[in-house]
């Protein structure tokens, strides 16, 4: 059983920038695609981000395309997610998710096998 918990989040300002950080228990991380989802109050979770297990490729939601990266380093046992120029529509919980090994890129939730408990992210005006 893969464990993934997310860090980094916290209360800025729109404008501002966060990153956030998903460390698995899994030794090979490596093998994993791993995802970033968020879930706004009363809104259903949506995609953000995803990151190929290779790390060759990356895919984000239009809403973000261009202000948030998505990054792993295999070193450190760790999947980022830098978010830049945030905007008050970034308010969510983020979580961090991951697929089974070496599998495809995807959006789609139901592909993913692990979740992390999620970390609040909320911009302020």
């Known amino acids: 059983q893969v464990q993934l918990v997310e860090s980094g989040g916290g209360l800025v300002q729109a404008g501002d920038s966060l990153r956030l950080s998903c460390a698995p228990s899994e030794r090979t991380f490596s093998s994993y695609s791993m995802g970033w989802f968020r879930q706004a109050p009363e809104k259903e979770r949506e995609f953000v981000a995803a990151?190929?297990?290779?790390?060759?490729?990356?895919y984000y939601a239009d809403s973000v395309k261009g202000r948030f990266t998505i990054s792993k380093d295999n070193t450190k046992n760790t999947v980022y997610l830098q978010m830049n120029s945030l905007k008050l529509e970034d308010t969510a919980v983020y979580y961090c998710?991951?697929?089974?090994?070496?599998?495809?890129?995807?959006?789609?939730?139901?592909?993913?096998?692990?979740w992390g408990q999620g970390t609040q992210v909320t911009v302020s005006s």
């Open positions: 990151i190929h297990w290779s790390g060759g490729a990356t």
């Open positions: 998710a991951a697929t089974s090994p070496f599998s495809s890129l995807t959006r789609s939730a139901s592909d993913y096998k692990y």
